[in-house]
């Protein structure tokens, strides 16, 4: 099973893309690590999303730098 949920911040705003057949947005989240066991700060993480169609266009629209997102769908490298 590839199925993945993910909860950010976005890093910049949305790139819109749309030719004739398709339409897509692409974004990149942050994801904080948290702390380790001595309060040190772990990082984050920055993985990149892509949508397709009618999602890309909502989240072209509504979505921004620094908007906090959830994030549904599978991993592909």
Do not use: W
């Not at 692409?26 to 948290?34: L, T």
């Not at 509504?62 to 599978?74: A, D, I, M, P």
Request: positive net charge; proline residues 3%; contains cysteine.
């Amino acid at each position: 099973m590839n199925r993945v949920e993910l909860i950010g911040r976005l890093t910049r705003d949305v790139d819109f893309r749309e030719t004739e057949s398709v339409k897509l947005a692409r974004f990149a989240i942050a994801i904080d690590r948290g702390k380790d066991k001595d309060g040190k700060d772990r990082g984050a993480d920055f993985p990149p999303v892509v949508c397709f169609g009618s999602l890309a266009n909502v989240a072209s629209k509504y979505l921004h730098k620094g908007s906090n997102v959830g994030v549904e769908g599978h991993i592909q490298t």
